[in-house]
Nanobody
Framework: QVQLVESGGGLVQAGGSLRLSCAASGRTFSSYAMGWFRQAPGKEREFVACITWRSGSTHYTDSVKGRFTISRDNAKNTVDLRMNSLKPEDTAVYYC???????????????????WGQGTQVTVSS
């Protein structure tokens, strides 16, 4: 079992920044990668970014490249998502997730992930 708790969401004006954090506990040593997803009202949950625990390799969805940065702290078992130049379309509930290795270098599908956090709301005003 892996437990995930997100924090850091809130309300920010367009162009502003936020940092989300995900604290992982439990059998974190057995997970391969961590990801961030988001779900806007009336839309399906979508992949945002992921990072592998061992090498720190990262992958982003196109819409956040150059604006968002995912990072991990292996000692603290935390994964952060630094979000800059936020846009109103970034408004969503953001979820942290943990994936065990299934052969995908950069897991980016819901089905690739085994454990999920409760989510944290990010609202970007125009």
């Amino acid at each position: 079992q892996v437990q995930l708790v997100e924090s850091g969401g809130g309300l920010v004006q367009a162009g502003g920044s936020l940092r989300l954090s995900c604290a992982a506990s439990g059998r974190t040593f057995s997970s391969y990668a961590m990801g961030w997803f988001r779900q806007a009202p009336g839309k399906e949950r979508e992949f945002v970014a992921c990072i592998t625990w061992r090498s720190g390799s990262t992958h982003y969805t196109d819409s956040v490249k150059g604006r968002f940065t995912i990072s991990r702290d292996n000692a603290k078992n935390t994964v952060d998502l630094r979000m800059n130049s936020l846009k109103p379309e970034d408004t969503a509930v953001y979820y942290c997730a943990a994936a065990f290795f299934r052969g995908t270098l950069f897991p980016s599908s819901d089905n690739d992930y085994d454990y999920w956090g409760q989510g944290t709301q990010v609202t970007v005003s125009s």
